[in-house]
């Protein structure tokens, strides 16, 4: 029987979720089975030259450590410093170093050779997102022959960002060697191509196959689901003691985001001081929670976006709040799923406002979680992957704190019937195009391509 092997940065071996792709894949191999591969977490001066096996999970997991050189210049360097701002719309935050580069190219062959001893014939590889981008190439020079699919959880550049690299070429040259390349939106999809045209050899066969410096490829959509049943229990059987600390009187508004630049964090902010200064009678009345746990700490920008919002939430706090009332609860702490979830169905407001995002799972968390009888409004960014599939959200455009402030004021003030009426087809969708059909839908496109199969 042919095996799934899954490869991304990040493992998960502990409690802590870690973003959109280990929700997402845990959710897949769960049902499906598998091996999954991935970095510990580990910084460690002497790592091991072989995978280590973790027992306990549903599906194989192996992992390795990074020494710090490596975590330097793969993940926080090329990985986070360059690929992640590029690819976000960005390419001023990038900090471009030709080691970055260089350490990026070392460690997706150390990745190579150390899943080499544990390929056979029949695997099916699917490589995730933007850390990888190079593994294929790496495991066909090792004679590696079975189907090797990418994945990109974040959107792809357009030209103009893509040229911002040192190295563009090199990028469609890595993408050459897969046999399917996945993305979340058509936007990417269309930027991809269009990046191509104008940035390397390419030849368009047909609408979802290309020749990439020689090499066939196929490229399609597969836009990114949520575990939409458990996560529906999940928020119906949130605990009753979380649910009556949060009954303050006001109605709640909530964000759940990872603390990066690209998620709109303090447009977000200026848009709610907005709120509250054109529409004084919602003060006491609305009640913002927005929980942002850090991430990549020790890159720079991140280090900026965390001092720019703790300072804009005091300042909100400090204008707008009262001797019963804060505006704004700010916390930067991980949640286990379920208290999420009870928090996303108590909240009349879901604010997903991404000035870029792949997909964001966060919007359709916030929609599987709401009660239909009297379900919450999602305000949703139109930079979202989500948003090509969820028109019946208020779709805002987050640069606009007007915009999204008078969203706000729209969301709070929504009639019952309109409110069921957007979330009936929202909930749909969420429920047709949850994880399973997308792990599902890949993997056949995936399986269609299995070519020429040993191993070598
Ligand atoms: P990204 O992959 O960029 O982080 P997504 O919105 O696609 O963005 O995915 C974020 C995932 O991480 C969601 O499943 C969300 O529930 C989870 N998450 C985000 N913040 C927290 C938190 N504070 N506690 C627990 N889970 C969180
Ligand atoms: O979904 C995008 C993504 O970059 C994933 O690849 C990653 O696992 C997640 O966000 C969280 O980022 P990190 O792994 O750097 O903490």
């Known amino acids: 029987m042919s095996r799934l092997i899954v490869v991304s940065n990040r493992l998960p071996l502990g409690e802590n979720p870690s973003g959109g792709l280990v929700v997402a894949l845990e959710d897949a191999l769960r049902s499906s089975g598998g091996v999954w591969i991935g970095f510990s977490g580990e910084v460690v001066d002497d790592p091991r030259n072989e995978l280590q096996d973790h027992p306990g999970a549903p599906f194989q997991r192996m992992s390795f450590d990074l020494n710090p050189q490596d975590h330097q210049e793969y993940y926080l360097g090329y990985s986070n410093s360059m690929l992640w701002p590029v690819c976000h719309g960005r390419p001023n935050l990038m900090h471009i170093l030709p080691e970055y580069l260089e350490g990026y190219k070392r460690v997706n062959a150390r990745i190579a050779d150390l899943m080499l001893p544990h390929l056979r014939d029949g695997d099916r590889i699917w490589v995730q997102d933007y850390h990888l981008f190079p593994l294929a190439a790496e495991l066909r020079a090792r004679g590696v022959r079975c189907p090797i699919g990418h994945f990109l959880h974040i959107p792809f550049p357009g030209p103009a960002d893509c040229a911002a690299l040192p190295n563009p070429s090199e990028l469609f040259d890595w993408l050459s060697y897969y046999d399917l390349l996945g993305f979340q939106a058509h936007r990417d999809l269309g930027a991809f191509a269009e990046s191509a045209r104008q940035l390397a050899e390419v030849e368009q066969l047909s609408e979802t196959r290309l020749r990439l410096s020689g090499r066939e490829v196929r490229a399609e959509v597969f836009p990114i689901g949520i575990d939409t049943a458990s996560f529906i229990e999940e928020a119906k059987n949130a605990p009753d003691e979380d649910r009556a600390r949060l009954l303050t009187g006001a109605k709640m508004m909530i964000g759940v985001d990872r603390l990066d630049y690209s998620k709109g964090i303090p447009q977000r902010f200026r848009a709610y001081q907005i709120l509250l200064e054109q529409d004084p009678d919602l003060i006491e009345c609305i009640s913002f929670l927005q929980i942002a746990p850090p991430t990549r700490g020790e890159v720079e920008a991140y280090q900026d976006i965390r001092e720019e919002t703790e300072h804009l939430a005091g300042r909100i706090n400090g204008?707008?709040?009262t001797l019963n009332w804060t505006p704004i609860r700010f916390i930067h702490r991980p949640f286990p799923r379920p208290v999420l979830a009870g928090l996303y169905r108590q909240a009349r407001i879901g604010l997903v406002t991404p000035l870029a995002d792949g997909m964001n799972l966060v919007a359709k968390e916030y929609v599987a979680a709401q009660d239909p009888q009297d379900p919450g409004v999602l305000i949703l960014s139109r930079f979202a992957g989500a948003a090509e599939a969820m028109p019946e959200a208020?779709?805002?455009?987050?640069?606009?704190?007007?915009?999204?402030?008078?969203?706000?004021?729209?969301?709070?003030?929504?009639?019952?019937?309109?409110r069921q009426r957007r979330h009936a087809a929202l909930l749909q969708d969420v429920v047709e195009h949850?994880?399973?059909?997308?792990?599902?839908?890949y993997l056949a496109a995936l399986g269609q391509e299995a070519k020429s199969e040993s191993v070598g």
Request: proline share 8%; glycine share 2%.
């Open 434 to 441: 949850d994880v399973g059909w997308w792990s599902a839908t």
């Open 394 to 418: 208020l779709i805002i455009n987050p640069h606009d704190p007007h915009d999204l402030a008078d969203a706000m004021a729209e969301a709070m003030r929504m009639p019952l019937e309109e």
């Open 319 to 321: 204008q707008f709040a």
